[in-house]
């Protein structure tokens, strides 16, 4: 095989596994719209939120310490060395599933029934609002996020793939890091741990009656209350699991919560309401990316042109097929 | 009482048509505008200029062009950064190229120039709607912020990626630079605002503005009676980024004289921000535009001013603080009254009727 071919292997590759990256926060998106209407812009937030509260956790920092200390002249900081990483997750999971209900308490509660454009506005005050808490509770330096999950690049592979080439070419062998293939699994795994959930379970077929239909659901009986505490507290899980696998990555900061921004144009491209729509749109834009800074990018000598590139992806695809590769027909009546 | 219209006959066609029918109103928009062309410019410091006044009217601007499109016609857009920043840096490429040019027709061509960008921009709304179309609009805020940071033509291949004014004057007196006084920058945006918003108000009322909130109450329905979308929603995006070019350029030339595109334009700096000004002032409504502009200028300051003054936090806690106000309020706003301030006025003026006799 060609170096170059090889080359072009390994960017699809590397290109198919951050796009799992973008599936990860688009997957919260759609979860939550389905079942609540709410097109949750605060999903970023959310994933920031988590990875903070999780590093806030293992290394035992007293939530609020500068508010505190500059208040009253204290000098709180920690209150203990660390904690394992287990109990961390799962007190983080708490965490989450408490803001749940907290969001449900005091914004959704008083939404229904609202026009969605104020219902998203809503969210992006709930971003804002939880970016600030977040910052005020846990601080806002960059912090390392470490819950033992391997990374740099994969050695076994980079030695699978060295005698591919042809010989005699200097063909060094694909790179990827592990901690892609790690969150690619980790991915699979919720994903179809979802599925089985909303397949075979009460609970699960619930969520699905209300997916589909708020007013049929709440007639035979399903609270629509509790479920969309349960979607969000589910959406806050999958934002956890997206905060660890980035703040792994780049180190937990506020460009985390930008993932959201990241995760639109997936949305746009694998429709708002399907599941399977946000895994093949993260894997599409994820190689389009990949693909288009190396063979396009070129071309423009600035480069960067992931910033917009997937947006613009998104959007030509979308003059095709308005509502997206997956997302409901839209039909409209006067 | 204070507000009662009895007794005050509309005997022409003229008169029905008027912008304020009402002689309250008239006598409190004069005094107003009294206030603000005759009093102001003699007692207004550097700090009222920078702080309050000149962002307000600039931020108005942008309010009014975003409520045409989100408010009146119904497409929503998170794009008003890149626009904002198509206006400043047209600003900056004219005034290299032309440099005897008045400062004014400088800002206005930027103005149309923002609006054929617009027009590009606002094609994918005929066919894609409602969140897409929110989300697609992103699209023209990260391309255009990108085209501007990074293709070195569009800041005449300066080093730090900057732009920066040059001195332009009206009638003698600088309007633009660093040595601009107060009152001069102040009166500039005044006239261009007050002149731009009558003119909006004015194209609301007429056929235009007629077909702009018919499309927005129901497309397709609107469509039917006769009113083209192709037409109607291209004219709403290029009139909508004509406003909010003019206000780029003006927030470019006269507010801060130099920018950096990545920071100035960002879509948590501008955009954001302006679609909460016309969601806290009340969609659709020329009011709210400068209400929701006033309140979101001045809310940080006042913060700032209770937080860092008054109990003693330090600047970035006191950040924090605002970024979660900020979250908080929206959300209150939302919940409480979510047809904005235009609506508490308007419920005020019911009240201001009858008072201090209810019943």
């Known amino acids: ?334 | 009482m204070i507000y009662k219209e009895t007794g005050q006959y509309k005997s022409s066609y003229k008169s029905d048509h008027a912008i304020f029918p009402l002689l309250q109103d008239k006598i409190a928009f004069s005094t107003l505008m009294f206030i603000a062309f005759l009093i102001i410019p003699f007692v207004i410091n550097s700090y009222w200029e920078k702080a309050i006044l000149v962002p307000f009217l600039i931020f108005s601007l942008a309010a009014i062009g975003l409520n045409i499109l989100t408010g009146y016609c119904g497409q929503v857009s998170l794009g008003t950064g890149g626009f904002m920043a198509v206006g400043a840096f047209s600003t900056y490429k004219i005034m290299t190229y032309f440099p005897d040019m008045n400062i004014m027709i400088i800002i206005l061509i930027s103005g149309l120039i923002t609006a054929a960008v617009g027009i590009i921009f606002g094609l994918p709304s005929l066919r894609i709607k409602g969140f897409y179309l929110a989300v697609a609009t992103l699209a023209s805020q990260f391309f255009l912020v990108w085209l501007f940071n990074k293709v070195p033509w569009f800041y005449n291949y300066s080093d730090t990626g900057q732009i920066t004014v040059s001195e332009r004057t009206m009638f003698g007196i600088p309007v633009t630079g660093a040595e601009a006084p107060s009152y001069a920058t102040y009166l500039f945006c005044l006239v261009l605002v007050v002149t731009l918003s009558f003119a909006a108000k004015n194209l609301i009322r007429s056929k235009m503005g007629r077909s702009w909130m018919a499309i927005r109450d129901m497309d397709i329905a609107a469509e039917i009676i006769g009113v083209p979308p192709l037409k109607t929603k291209l004219s709403a995006f290029a009139i909508s980024s004509f406003y909010i070019g003019v206000a780029g350029a003006l927030y470019f030339a006269v507010f801060l004289g130099a920018i950096e595109v990545t920071e100035s334009f960002d879509i948590m700096t501008i955009s954001f921000p302006v679609l909460f000004m016309i969601i806290i002032g009340g969609l659709g409504s020329m009011l709210g535009s400068f209400l929701g502009a006033a309140f979101v200028v001045t809310l940080p300051i006042g913060l700032k001013f209770l937080m860092v003054d008054m109990v003693g936090l330090s600047a970035v806690t006191a950040k924090h603080f605002e970024i979660t106000i900020w979250g908080l309020l929206m959300i209150v706003f939302l919940i409480v009254e979510p047809h904005g301030l235009a609506r508490l006025w308007s419920i005020a003026k019911e009240k201001l009727r009858r008072w201090p006799f209810p019943y």
């Open chain 1, 1 to 334: 095989m060609s170096v170059e071919f090889l080359n072009f292997i390994e960017t699809v590759l590397n290109g198919l596994m951050s796009g799992v990256m973008y599936s990860l926060v688009a997957l919260g998106f759609v979860l939550i719209f389905k079942a609540s209407g709410v097109f949750n812009f605060a999903q970023g937030v959310f994933a920031l939120f988590a990875a903070l509260t999780l590093v806030g956790y293992q290394t035992g920092q007293v939530p609020f310490a500068h508010l505190i200390n500059e208040l009253f002249g204290t000098n709180y900081h920690n209150w203990y060395a660390s904690m394992p990483n287990f109990l961390a997750i799962l007190l983080t999971m708490v965490t989450m599933i408490a803001l749940a209900w907290i969001i449900e308490r005091l914004v959704l509660k008083h939404l229904v029934n609202q026009d969605p454009i104020i219902l998203f506005m809503a969210t992006i005050g709930l971003a804002f609002a939880l970016e600030g808490v977040g910052d005020l509770m846990w601080g806002s330096d960059v912090k390392v996020l470490d819950v033992g999950i391997p990374s740099g690049g994969s050695v076994w592979l980079e030695e699978a793939t060295i005698g591919l080439a042809a010989e005699g070419s200097d063909y060094y062998g694909m790179y990827v890091d592990v901690l892609n293939i790690w969150a690619t699994i980790i991915a699979v795994i919720l994903v179809v741990s979802l599925a089985l959930f909303s397949q075979y379970t009460k609970t699960g077929r619930a969520l699905r009656a209300v997916a589909d239909d708020h007013q049929a659901a709440l007639s035979v009986g399903i609270s629509l209350r509790s479920i969309w505490i349960l979607v969000w507290a589910i959406s806050g899980f999958i934002a956890m699991v997206a905060g660890i696998m980035w703040g792994t990555e780049s180190g937990v900061q506020f460009s985390l919560s930008l993932i959201a921004l990241k995760a639109l144009p997936v949305l746009i491209l694998g429709g708002f309401t399907s599941i399977p729509g946000a895994i093949i749109g993260g894997l599409l834009i994820g190689v389009g990316e990949k693909l288009a800074e190396i063979y396009i990018g070129g071309y423009f000598e600035t480069g960067a042109i992931e910033n917009w590139f997937a947006y613009v992806m998104a959007l030509v695809f979308l003059l095709f097929r308005p509502q997206g590769l997956f997302g409901d027909k839209i039909i409209e009546r006067v």
